[in-house]
């Protein structure tokens, strides 16, 4: 187990608060995610957030693993940062080419040097936009030390975003951040009805919507409101003809 040093992490805190005042948000999130690695003593880690047509994509990462860890979730439609994101609640793994929870993973995963991970929502005005995550090259159990530290951690990164909207400091990230807020109620919608059809869980759902859009190459939040005012996804207007719509 790792103790997280809270003096240390105040102060790193409180670096990044200052950081989010006067950096270009790109710069202020891989200073963030970069000095994770000393203050946790973790091995790499990253960032992701929500995009109209993916609805998660690579931001910044410390490290080649950090960004693979990245890629293949998305790749795979699932995995402990996507699960953040979607369920908004901080997520961990001993071993995630192990897990179970996210089979599609462990091919893509194996073998790359990430083992443990730790993955913790990021929030804009109180909606998930994204996910912070962190990750150890060997078997790893996180301690509640770790967990709250993390979740804190990502709560100033969420801090960073919203002071760099208000500021008109998000750069590029800006329309991103802004689809992530305007559709992200109707996604979840999208999700839960998704759930309770096919009677899947909440990343399963997500992922079938997240296909959806980006075979039809649509925006997600466009697919999202056609699923609820029809009852269909895109592509199962052909497969299922006959399934009754929704009004």
Known sequence: MTRVDARALAESLNRLEE????????ESLQQAVDASVALFGVDGGG????????????????????RLLEQTQLDANSGPC???FVENELVTTVDVAGDER????????????VVAVLGVPTRLGGICVGSLNVYRSRVH???ESEQRALARY???????????VRAHQAGELADQLGYALEYRVLIERGIGYLMARDTVDPV????????????????????ADELMR????????????????RH
């Open 82 to 84: 996507v699960s953040a």
């Open 154 to 164: 990502g709560e100033v990164v969420s801090t960073m975003m919203a002071t760099a």
């Open 19 to 26: 950081l989010g005042e006067d950096v270009p948000l790109i």
């Open 230 to 245: 029809t009852g269909l996804l895109p592509g199962e207007r052909v497969a299922a003809p006959g399934r009754a719509q």
């Open 102 to 113: 996210w089979p599609a993973l462990a091919p893509r995963i194996a073998g790359t040097g």
């Open 141 to 143: 159990e996180w301690d």
């Open 47 to 66: 960032l992701m957030l929500a995009d109209e047509q993916s609805l998660l994509r690579y931001v910044v990462s410390t490290d080649g693993p950090g």
């Open 204 to 223: 399963d759902a997500f992922g079938r919507l997240r296909s959806a859009a980006r075979n039809d190459r649509r925006k997600i939040g466009d697919v």
